[in-house]
């Protein structure tokens, strides 16, 4: 007589069970936590800079409310090859935009972010600093040879528009700053005062445990 095949489970073998509601919530809430501790340094240094502050401490720089993304620009190199703007999340951004003949105001407000920049002494390396192009041309080599680590890039004017505050215009040139996480968070004017802008950006990175 044939023997029997004996059944690889018993009766008395435990079902498989789903997970605990409340394991489940439990696991939310440790991922909610490790979210916000990636953020917080960043937000505690807006609340240090511009809540929690001083009676008649004021910033200099516009604030861009609400922040707009630029992590998402488009953008290329002069070469025309494939770049991204969320190259430099971590760090802070000083960013202007110009057509690539880079004019008498264009080389200035270069000069500006790049003396902005060196002044904040052993923190500069925190500090980047981005040219966005608006047009085919390219900045001549003398004006570049000046501004060394300068990062060059280039994109659709339309798309720059939509990514800068309704109230703003490429007509209107400014230097703007990208906090690191990737947003647009102020803007300092075309023709802006050097040192203030330094104290805006000095009180930023003194705030912030990020970038």
């Not at 018993?10 to 809430?29: E, M």
Request: a positive charge; one cysteine or more; glycine letters at 6%.
């Amino acid at each position: 007589m044939q023997e029997s095949v004996k059944p690889l489970l018993s009766d008395s073998a435990a079902p498989v069970t789903t997970q605990d509601p409340a394991q489940r919530r439990r696991q939310r809430l440790k991922l909610l936590a490790v979210l916000a501790v990636c953020a917080a340094p960043v937000i505690a240094s807006y609340l240090t800079y511009y809540v929690i502050k001083p009676d008649g401490r004021t910033n200099y720089g516009e604030l861009v409310e609400p922040q707009r993304p630029a992590a998402g620009l488009s953008v290329t190199r002069p070469d025309g090859t494939a770049a991204g703007m969320e190259a430099f999340r971590g760090k802070w951004v000083l960013m202007t935009a110009a057509p690539g003949a880079c004019d008498a105001a264009c080389a200035h407000r270069l000069y500006v972010m790049r003396q902005v920049r060196l002044t904040t002494g052993k923190e500069r390396e925190r500090i980047e600093r981005v040219l966005l192009l608006t047009d085919q041309a390219s900045p001549a080599a003398t004006v570049l040879a000046e501004h060394e680590g300068l990062h060059v890039l280039r994109t659709d004017p339309a798309a720059l528009q939509r990514a800068l505050p309704e109230s703003q215009t490429l007509a209107a040139p400014s230097v703007y700053v990208i906090d690191p996480l990737g947003n647009l968070m102020m803007r300092f004017p075309a023709d802006a005062d050097p040192s203030r802008m330094k104290k805006d950006i000095a009180k930023l990175l003194r705030a912030s445990r990020v970038g």
